[in-house]
């Protein structure tokens, strides 16, 4: 293991983070809110945002400050044994950290590496135990960097290259993806979400490895796609996209606030082949839903099961997901995994696909759940996502059985995301 360095935060952070009394208040209370709650730390650091009528540009040095308040808790803790929350931030903004010492005291690789990364031991045993100690120490080490602000394209109402040139016209340092031919990656600029752009629905807030899952998808020209865990409707508008408002997508979640997040999201995104649903997996749909379902059980042309996983896969955006992990959680969410694939299955039509997709990089989460379900359901088979996306562009981005998508397992910037696609055997290759 590399000798331990200082923890200090990188130069171009520090340079953006000055922040006043009341912008600290912000972070402190965002972060606190974050960490007792289920919250995401967005939703905390919005609504701390709102109260202090703090202004859209100094949220986003907010967050960054949160994130990395929250992201070094345990080392910042272990350093510092009696410091509060907010000196632990004063400690983060005013210079390196030297606990070089005092770490290297710390005989247990494993230990030392958790308390260096600053998560909790139990999941770093875990992490070392699924992917060996040298994967899972650069996995706890980039789990600590600042994601890029990725956006996709949506292709109902403009183009990415004439986004490209808009944005570049108007002071945002900007690039394209290096792998989803719908995305974008901001540098610098002002702010994107006052942008006409982004207000008319001509660009969504997207990571390049979720825009990959959803073009994996590939519906036919008119098809007809079930979104099953549709959430608030990122992969489900995507998918609107690329069908161009043709066929028809079905977008179920149990959640009625993310249905209506969705809903409203498609009319600004000029989405309108898409049918909303509140319906759980598992249970009796009500009446007014259950007359949509009958008509595409066992007839869908693609069935998109992005199920619930511990999301360590996006856990850069959403450092507080570390301390809410529990050992119980990883013997609880393959049961649920499996359930909602097999559950699923059911509106898949001879010929059709299946795609299953986790924001994770755990193998019991990824290839253990595709492996089960194979292994009980002869009628499916895995197809190579190098059929769907061709050899070239797939290569840099499947699993070491180049069958599947595993975007955390190479050099690049993406979130760790997981898709295999399972493809229904025809009518007349089904056994009698």
């Not at 190098?386 to 599947?404: C, F, H, K, Q």
Request: proline fraction near 6%.
């Amino acid at each position: 293991m590399s000798p331990f360095v200082p923890l200090a935060l990188p130069k171009e952070v520090i340079d953006r983070l000055r922040l006043s009394p009341t912008l600290q208040r912000v972070v402190l209370a965002g972060t606190d809110a974050a960490l007792r709650s289920t919250a995401e730390l967005g939703a905390t650091l919005s609504a701390a945002g709102r109260e202090a009528q703090v202004a859209p540009v100094d949220r986003l040095m907010c967050t960054i400050a949160a994130r990395t308040l929250i992201r070094y808790k345990r080392r910042i803790e272990f350093s510092h044994p009696n410091v509060a929350s907010d000196g632990a931030l004063s400690l983060l903004l005013s210079g390196p950290i030297d606990d070089e010492a005092k770490l290297s005291q710390v005989e247990d690789s494993v230990e030392r590496a958790a308390i260096e990364h600053s998560i909790p031991s139990w999941l770093a045993v875990k992490l070392v135990g699924d992917m060996g100690e040298a994967p899972a120490l650069a996995t706890m080490a980039r789990m600590n960097t600042e994601p890029p602000l990725t956006l996709r394209v949506n292709t109902l109402k403009a183009t990415r290259d004439e986004v490209l040139t808009k944005l570049a016209l108007r002071g945002f340092e900007i690039e394209p993806t290096s792998f989803s031919p719908f995305g974008v990656t901001l540098k610098s600029g002002p702010n994107i979400f006052t942008d006409p752009l982004f207000s008319d629905g001509a660009l969504e807030v997207q990571d390049e490895a979720s825009q990959l899952v959803a073009e994996i998808v590939a519906p036919p020209p008119g098809g007809v796609v079930v979104d099953v865990c549709a959430g608030a409707g990122g992969k489900t508008l995507a998918i609107g996209a690329c069908l161009k408002n043709r066929g028809r997508i079905f977008a179920l979640d149990r959640h009625t606030g993310r249905i209506a997040e969705l809903r409203k999201r498609a009319r600004r995104a000029g989405v309108h082949n898409v049918q909303a649903l509140e319906f759980e997996l598992g249970r009796d749909p009500d009446p007014g839903v259950a007359v949509h379902l009958v008509r595409v059980r066992g007839s869908a042309h693609r069935v998109l099961v992005d199920a619930p996983c511990s999301g360590l896969g996006a856990i850069r955006r959403n450092p507080e997901a570390r301390w809410r992990l529990t050992p119980e959680t990883f013997d609880r969410l393959p049961i649920e995994q499996t359930h909602i694939l097999n559950e699923a299955a059911q509106f898949v039509g001879p010929g059709g696909r299946l795609i299953y997709a986790v924001c994770t990089f755990l193998k019991s989460e990824c290839e253990a759940i595709v492996d089960e379900f194979i292994s009980k359901n002869d009628q499916f088979t895995v197809m190579s996502v190098r059929e769907v996306l061709g050899r070239t562009r797939a290569v840099p981005i499947t699993d070491n059985r180049g069958s599947a998508l595993r975007s955390w397992d190479h050099e690049n910037s993406m979130d760790g995301f997981y898709a295999a696609v399972l493809r229904r055997k025809p009518k007349d290759a089904q056994a009698p």
